[in-house]
């Protein structure tokens, strides 16, 4: 728990505004030709199974393809010739292996071509007999479903026999490469992961003539990079948290942190405390590394600037109670309001100090996640001082 000053007319502060930035560097990619650029002797992309259900050899192929890319010289193509009034599939797939209790980003590409629906689909193998013989995981869900890139109003990720998929029909433009991405927390047990690039039809005005192509696949490990900071004012001291998913010190020996705390010092612990030389600007940055290779970072700066202070709030960002103290001289309320300028809380500033403040408003409702304006006002409706709070939970 963080000090704050009691007293403090005549003593210099730090006022910290916080700038956040998180970079995902080039975790590998433990897809094999995910740019379909090799292709074996019969024009089938290396590493890339494929299958077609419903559909006769001469009417459906797969191949690669120069006419559409995102990148290098190929895109995977899947191509329907003739058009049958049944239902058809026609899949790239490639299963990798994963670690269990991990995150992992898939993204990939896609164009239509006069095809109707698209319907690309993650599944999850406890074992690579699983895989071979298509058992899947029993236990995937929604929870299944970490993050993901915006999609149309009319698309959404689900869970349909197993798989984590959405059908894309007819919902994005012919012509255009369509980039996606989804952070998958695979259910306990899972060691494989399999991306499916779906193409489906169903009667005949769904399986037409047409291509789809694919490209720039990618399944990678993912760590959701964050922490958490508190500062003593009185020493400007920082105590930093991370909060982590998966939590740091929850990922083995071949996983390491570090924290360049902004002023040539760094640490290894994984909830450091520094103490600062002096008030400035300070960029502390907590990397991830594993086998010696950047997994991801994120990045907070500080920028300190003296002035002085009628009262100071913390712990900020607060998650259960924001102690306000304060130095004031004569009767003076608290208000609070919330970022759109409706009045949360007011309430008559007296003996106790500091103030706490519970989080709740003047109804005695908790107030919902967000920013705060945070005021002392005296009676005669001068405005002492202003702070901004970040109410996280």
Known sequence: MCKYMRSLSCVIAMFLILIIASFAFAAPNLLENPSFEEVDVDGIPVGWGYIRSGAKEHHMFFSVSDEHVVSGNYSGRIEIV???????????????????????????????????RVMPNIIFYESYTDYATNVKSSNVDTSCIYDHSQLESDLAWGTNNGAINFGDINSTPDGEWIHRWIIVDPPAGTNYI????????????????????????????????????????????????????????????????????????????????????????????????????????????????????????????????????????????????????????????????????????????????GFYIVQIV??????AETHTVYVSN
Not at 83 to 112: C, D, H, M, T, W
Not at 378 to 383: F, L
């Open 82 to 116: 003739e058009e049958v009034a049944k239902k058809r599939e026609g899949f790239f797939y490639q299963v990798v292996p994963i670690e269990e209790g991990r995150l992992y980003k898939i993204s990939f590409n896609y164009l239509r071509d006069n095809i109707a």
């Open 194 to 369: 399999g991306f499916w690039t779906n193409i489906k039809g169903g009667v005949v005005s769904t399986s037409r003539r047409g291509n789809i192509y694919w490209d720039d696949i990618c399944i990678q490990e993912y760590v959701d990079m964050d922490f958490y900071y508190s500062v003593d004012t009185d020493t400007n001291t920082i105590t930093l948290t991370e909060a982590c998913y998966p939590a740091l010190n929850s990922l083995g020996a071949n996983y390491m942190w570090e924290w360049d705390l902004g002023d040539g010092n760094t640490s290894f612990d994984l909830n450091p405390t520094h103490t600062y030389d002096s008030v400035d600007e300070y960029t502390v940055t907590l990397t991830l590394k594993k086998d010696g290779q950047i997994l991801s970072s994120v990045s907070k700066t500080f920028i300190a600037i003296p002035i002085e202070k009628t009262f100071v709030p913390g712990p900020n960002p607060v998650s259960d109670i924001l102690s306000i103290y304060y130095d004031i001289t004569s009767p003076a309320s608290l208000r609070v309001y919330n970022i759109s300028g409706n009045a949360v809380l007011n309430v008559e500033l007296g003996d106790s100090n500091p103030y706490k403040w519970d989080l709740t408003d003047d109804n005695g409702d908790r107030v919902p996640r």
């Open 378 to 383: 005296y009676e005669t409706g001068e405005v």
